[in-house]
């Protein structure tokens, strides 16, 4: 009954910010209060049946009108989450192609109006076109400075929603992008103080910020967090791993994808990391054993050609680690510093 009550509701929203277009944002939480809709949207609902049950009488006329209105009802419909559609109660872009239907009808009933006075100026039309745009012209103008740019999308959302916590995170992800790292933390920072006490999430964006930009001391902290409290977090063991070995902890890092591998067989990520762990101790022959099960199900990554490169100079075949290293030139490093370092080791190897 919620979903249904929502649709019928949703259709009164949209239809009344098609015609006053305030209040508007880009997306719309379910405005839920102890897991139940508010009161009034029952009541919403029977007006928006309403209004599809007074069209259907009324459709048989042909005019601009019930055709713009029809435009409009036929593009809400699929996204009034009667069918569920997104993560969101209503998003104003659903509405883009409704509101051709909804300019056409407004445009039908100003020419309506002005046939209807007979002694008015023949620039009525025009003028009430005119006073009916102006209002809207600034309503848009104001839409445009919000969409400026990601940011301020984000702040816009956050001014409708401030108790969201989800938002923060989302304008960090954008503040980040543009280059503004310290309102990023800050948002994550207060995405984590507003968070429910059994959603971590904010700790594993926290702490993934802080390992993009290889500070990878200052993201561990976040991981450990998450580890301990949702170990099977998708991404978190191999990120964590991999910081390790950035932090020169190979000991751990052999340690720690051992047991983690005995959960994920198939990890090629873990087997790289064990593997280049096992070259910095000088164990070839066992890193030898993940590269070969690494390659078996993924051969076209460049890091896992330059470890068969490593591999193969520690067990004294030149040869061997000259050819691993001229196929891995053409294809993907994600990493910049293993790609410098095939690059060295091809610079002294293999010219």
Not at 255 to 278: E, F, H, K, P
Request: with cysteine; charged share 20%; glycine share 6%.
């Amino acid at each position: 009954m919620d979903r249904f009550w929502t649709g019928g509701a949703n259709l009164v929203i949209y239809i009344a910010q098609q015609l006053v277009p305030i209040n508007l944002n880009a997306r719309y939480a379910y405005p839920l209060t102890n897991g139940h809709l508010p009161a009034h949207y029952p009541a919403l609902a029977l007006i928006g049946l309403a209004v599809l049950a007074l069209y259907a009488w009324r459709a048989g006329k042909r005019t601009w009108f019930l055709f713009g209105i029809g435009f409009m009802l036929l593009h809400l419909l699929p996204v009034l989450q009667w069918l569920p559609v997104g993560l969101a109660i209503r998003a104003d872009r659903y509405t883009y192609a409704a509101g051709i239907g909804w300019s056409l009808a407004i445009g039908y009933v100003i020419v309506l109006l002005s046939n209807k006075i007979r002694s008015a100026s023949t620039y009525l039309p025009l003028i009430l076109g005119v006073l009916l745009a102006l209002p809207y012209a600034w309503l848009a103008y104001q839409r445009t400075e919000v969409w400026r740019s990601a940011v301020s999308v984000r702040s816009d959302m956050i001014a409708l929603e401030p108790r969201n916590f989800t938002l923060y995170m989302d304008r960090a992800i954008s503040r980040d992008r543009e280059g503004d790292r310290a309102g990023a933390l800050a948002d994550y920072d207060k995405a984590i103080r507003m968070r429910p006490a059994n959603d971590y999430k904010p700790y594993f964006e926290r702490g993934m910020l802080h390992f993009r930009h290889k500070d990878y001391r200052e993201a561990m902290p976040d991981l450990i967090t998450i580890f301990q409290h949702v170990p099977t977090h998708p991404g978190l063991v191999p990120n964590m791993l991999f910081a390790q070995m950035k932090l020169g902890l190979c000991d751990e890092v052999v340690r720690n994808a051992t047991g983690a591998m005995q959960l994920d067989t198939g990890s090629t990520d873990l087997l790289n990391i064990r593997a280049y762990c096992l070259l910095r101790a000088g164990d070839h022959a066992n890193a030898r054993k993940d590269i070969d099960r690494s390659m078996a199900r993924r051969a076209d990554y460049g890091e896992i050609w330059y470890l068969k490169a490593w591999a193969a100079l520690q067990a004294g075949d030149s040869a061997a680690c000259c050819e691993a290293l001229v196929k891995s030139l053409p294809k993907p490093m994600s990493d910049a510093d293993l790609r410098l370092e095939r690059d060295r080791l091809y610079g002294r190897q293999c010219r």
